[in-house]
């Protein structure tokens, strides 16, 4: 496979990363379990053989010293939301000459070779649903398109309505984010990167880690 991919993930502050996820986790280490899938993900996106650079669009500095030490780029969160986050990140940062995917910085169960598979079938602006089909997880699009990302709420009949293609793949570790509860216990049956499986391993939560990517 060719590395011609420039991934971009946008990363709030950890203050304010999964609040939905009250009762899962003690509430003083939502911040702790937020950085670790960011974390797992960020280093799932940099071991896929498809992935030339990884774009974190954050103003957060424990985030952005986390994810700089797996070898991402860093650059400051523009303002105006997650969709402003991700235009900044996919067309101004990584520039319209490249190949952009923005992905959740929520996927501890992602693997490498999944969204390899993903992205070598993109040929035209596509996206990826969550494992609900509400949502979406991947939006990629080819040199010189710009992303025009609909993310938020119902995002997955947002994209297609744009005229996004619906990718459609065995990706369990891509298509499971994690907004709650239930999410967690999904991606724990699937298995979580090392980085979130540790820390729900401290807690209590889980007795066995997945392979690191």
Known sequence: ?????????????????????????????????????????????????????????????????????????????????????????????????????????????????????ALSRVSGRSFVADAAGTGTVLLAVPPGQVLDPRFGGLSAAAHAGSGAARLRGDWPGLRQDVDTAADLGAVLALGAGRRTCGLLRDLGLTAECAPAA
Do not use: C
């Open 1 to 117: 496979m060719v590395r011609n991919w420039t991934a971009v993930i946008p990363v709030k502050r950890l203050g304010l990363a999964k609040t939905r996820l009250r009762g899962a986790v003690p509430m003083d280490r939502h911040p702790d379990l937020a950085l670790a899938m960011v974390r797992d993900t960020a280093a799932a996106v940099l071991a896929a053989a498809t992935v030339a650079e990884l774009i974190v669009v954050t103003d957060d500095p424990v985030v952005g010293d986390a994810v700089r030490e797996l070898g991402a780029r860093v650059v400051p969160d523009p303002g105006g939301g997650l969709n402003s986050a991700m235009r900044f990140g996919a067309d101004e940062a990584a520039g319209l000459s490249a190949h952009r995917a923005v992905l959740a910085g929520d996927l501890p169960a992602l693997r490498p070779e999944q969204l390899d598979d």
